[in-house]
């Protein structure tokens, strides 16, 4: 008998040490392998803006970027919340602009690969995306008329190289917006529509030149893509790459029973698609319905694919062609964020709800129902040992 | 040396126990759920038509919108014209819906509608249902896309 149990224990003994190499079923390699940056296709051109791959349009909206001067009070540019060096966010739960939003700021690494943008996708390009906070009085607070003056004045040459001529600006008053205050409002709607549409066209150029310069932002490899590469090959990773028997457990989680790998597929991590998870909202914030009010924002924008400052066809507008307008699923469903980078930014969430990975593993292992809408994430009963792997693995997504 | 033996006769009676014990829960175990039904073509639900559903460009491709072609015929053959077309669908297991509203978009001849605007999110099993309306009658036909 004791012969026997000492065989019992070498046998555990042996069982023990073969959990420690990659131990892969056929399925679950193909499903990593789909997720290796190597897998990530080559950057589609922007039909909708022939700007895209225009260098010069790229040098014009890096300098737009990162320039203070672009906002109401000269102290705010896009790179105020999207910082180069932190992944181009700003670690905080709300975005600060020349006001407090009321969101996460989003970090840009392959930004132009989305079809929708900002958190609940009410803008269908990067381009009209990029004019948004640019009118929004929480973050540049500026207005198109004074955008179109200070471009003539600071950038006219530069403008004119890419876009063309300069429409005749003397008349068209300092302040001038559809979007802006009273005032503002007032200034517009004494415009004439020759007047309007100049405007638009200068203002949706700066948002072309930038989203043009935004194109370059893309995720970089990880440990995580080394790890995946020497996987698929039977290569046998170099020291540095090897992956914990923690980190390794935490992959087979993720794309197994703890579900993660549904909606965070792809080299990406993100089906680019909105889901109800029961984040709660913040308390003191103005109410949030995500995608559900999206919709009709997105439609009415002038600036969309079916808007008169779209280059080429329709052809490139299925999105929004295609889009679910009313379904009860949309009611505070936000965007799968990507997760390359994303254990370095915390904090987590739409409005930066959670403060570490840890609290949003264990959210998604205890699925708590949504305030509003229902939400899609199914209990998990994650062990300690489970969630602590997990965040292990997403590290390896940010190595 | 004789206990050497004694270790190798535990060992093979183990692993036989064990061969033993596998078999058993293998063959009795409960035959694993059927797929679900991926045909591409088949009768609608009350019988009036024959659908068939595929990619228009062969291929499936996760994450990009896509159009996929719809042919109808009678269950003589014959092609049906004219048919009106709705479709929903969604993903059963994961209980949601459809990430985009697809539409029957242009009629191609020869009972062959273009459905514009199909687009896959995830891996798993998506359920397509269409309400057909055509000279013939109303009828409803479900196709499942595994991913
Ligand atoms: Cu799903």
Redesign the pocket.
Known sequence: MNRLLRFLALAAVLQVAACGKPDFSDAEKKTIAALALNALPALKPDATNRFADVPAAAALGSTLFFDQGMSHDGNVSCSTCHKIDRQFQDDLPQAIGVGRTNRRSMPLAGVARNPWFFWDGRRDSLWAQALTPLENPLEQAGNRAAFAHYIQKRFGARYERIFGPLPDLSAVPANASPLGNEAEQAAWKAMTAAQMDDVNRVFANIGKAIAAFERSIEPAQTRFDRFAIDLASGAKPKADDAFSPEEMLGLKLFIGKANCV??HNGPRFTDNSFHNTGVPPVKDLPLDRGRFDAVAQVEADPFNCFGAFRDGDAGACGELRFMVKDAPELMRAYKTPSLRGAATRPPYMHAGQFSSLEEVVAHYSAAPAAVEGTS?VHPLQLSDRERAALVAFLKTLSD | MASLWRYLLAGLGLAALLAGILAIVYLTAPQSAPGPDISRSKKTANGLFVASFQPERGVIKQGELQSWLLTLKTVKGDPVEGAAISVSG??P??N?GLPTSPQATDYLGEGRYRIEGLKF??S?VWQLRFAISAAAGSDTVVFNVVL
């Open positions: 549904t909606c899609e | 969604g993903m297991q994961h949601h999110t995830m798993g």
